[in-house]
């Protein structure tokens, strides 16, 4: 194998790895204190769970996606506003 193909390999090695931790949902240790706020994540930085045709973290297709979540400190969801867009303790139907 030469330089480049070993060069190669190797990178594309550690984006398989990184873009699965980065897919993982948040650990329940994690979750302490906090809470799932659908509808105010921007595309592609929600925590976890973004509906069909989507994995996990990081999988959300559009801004304040209302079935993609962040986790948010406990108790302030429900007095979100981003950009207009109110954050939700249920997810939206899409």
Known sequence: MNRSTL???LAASFLT???AAQAAPLAPEKMAG???CYGVALKGQ???AAGAG???????????????????PAGTCATMDVDGHKG???PKKM
């Open 7 to 9: 060069s190669l390999s």
């Open 17 to 19: 790895a990184l873009t």
């Open 54 to 72: 989507t994995t996990c973290a990081g999988t959300s297709t559009m801004d304040y996606q209302g079935n993609a979540w962040k986790a948010v």
């Open 34 to 36: 906090m809470e799932k």
């Open 88 to 90: 939700m303790l249920e």
């Open 46 to 48: 929600n925590d976890c």
